[in-house]
Each structure stands twice: as structure tokens, then as C-alpha cells.
């Protein structure tokens, strides 16, 4: 049975140096590429994201720097991060409609993720499915009976998206290239848990 390819990009642990320095390898390995000519986000955008971020850490790590300058700094990873989340999914959705997704992923400079064997998931994780669908997976705790998840095309306001007793649930009919963020808390014998951490994904 066919499974779906991961790719990932191995950035949370590194320094903001080395994030740059890699965030510019995957740049140029996809520009580089056959396999991607119509990226969510155009090259010479993802580019200037890049030397933001660069000239953010120079200024950062001068002498004399203010802590606006670092508190920048962070605001322009942020986005470096962000932009990347987006590219891994395109990546992701054409290597899975590729005769080899692994190379695919490989050829874009990211790795290919490994999953241990294993289904579950320890958090929340959001996978575009193609044509307009997500799916959404969630772990299942101790009494947790049932999950609401709740939805927000801007970050900040949120809507109740449906309630469902299973862990991974599809939802469908949103438009290509557009960014939904989903959260969701479980229910219990005792009530209403603890509402998650956001999470987004390019839909595609």
C-alpha cells in the first residue's frame, strides 16, 4: 500500500545563521529544480524573505544592537518559517503525485520524514490533502471522548468547524493556495479541556 511522503525541513534547531543558510539551500535546490515551477510563493519573494532575515541577524549582532533590533529579528524568522511551512507543503502535495516522492523531496533540498511505523501522532498536525481538502489528525488522551476543532483563515478569530469522536478527520470545499488555521480542545467526563495551539497549512 502506497503511503504518503513527509518532507521536512530540519530548521527549529538550528542557529538564525544556520536557518539562513539553510532556508537558502532549499531556495535554490527548488529553483534549481525541474519539479517546481509554480510555487505557492514566487522565488524572488521567498528571496527577499531571505535577505530581511539576513540583515536582521547582522543588525542584531552588532555592537550597540537595541533589543528592538533582536525583537526584529525574530519577527523576520517568523516569517522566513512561515513561507517555508508553505513551500514544504507544495513540495509534499507534488511529490505525492509523483512516480518517486522521495526524490522529489530531495531534489527541493529537504529531507524526507520519517514516521518510526507509527500513526499516531503526539500533536496536532494538519496534511493538505489536494483539491481543496485537509486532513486533520489529533492524539487521543486518557477520558478524552471527543474533539472540537475550530477554524480561522486570519490567525485570530476562530470558529466552531465540527465536533468528532475520531482522531483524524477530512474537511474539504476551501480554495488552493489559500492558509486556514485550525485548533481544537477534547471533551471529557468533566467537561471542556484545554483549547491547543494553532496550527496552519496552505490548502492546495
Request: hydrophobic residues 40%.
Amino acid at each position: 500500500m502506497n503511503t504518503r511522503k513527509k518532507a521536512a525541513l530540519r530548521l527549529s534547531n538550528l542557529t538564525p545563521e544556520a536557518k539562513k543558510t539553510k532556508a537558502q539551500s532549499i531556495k535554490d535546490s527548488m529553483q534549481a529544480s525541474v519539479n517546481f515551477n509554480n510555487p505557492p510563493l514566487p522565488y524572488v519573494d521567498v528571496q527577499t524573505l531571505i535577505d530581511n532575515f539576513g540583515a536582521s541577524i547582522t543588525q542584531a549582532n552588532s555592537n550597540g544592537a537595541a533589543a528592538e533590533d533582536t525583537r526584529n529579528m525574530h519577527e523576520q524568522e517568523k516569517l522566513l518559517v512561515s513561507a517555508f511551512n508553505m513551500l514544504r507543503t507544495y513540495v509534499e502535495f507534488t511529490a505525492n503525485n509523483s512516480l518517486d516522492p522521495e526524490a522529489v523531496i530531495l531534489s527541493a533540498g529537504m529531507q524526507v520524514a520519517t514516521n518510526g511505523g507509527s500513526t499516531t501522532v503526539a500533536e496536532l498536525t494538519l496534511d493538505a490533502g489536494g483539491s481543496g481538502t485537509v486532513v486533520i489528525r489529533v492524539p487521543r488522551g486518557p477520558e478524552e471522548k471527543a474533539f472540537v476543532f475550530e477554524i480561522s483563515t486570519d490567525g485570530v478569530s476562530y470558529s466552531r468547524l465540527r465536533s468528532s469522536t475520531l482522531t483524524k478527520v477530512t474537511i474539504s470545499g476551501y480554495t488552493a493556495g489559500s492558509t486556514i488555521y485550525i485548533r481544537y480542545f477534547a471533551i471529557t467526563k468533566n467537561g471542556d479541556g484545554v483549547v491547543s495551539a494553532a496550527k496552519s497549512v496552505m490548502v492546495v
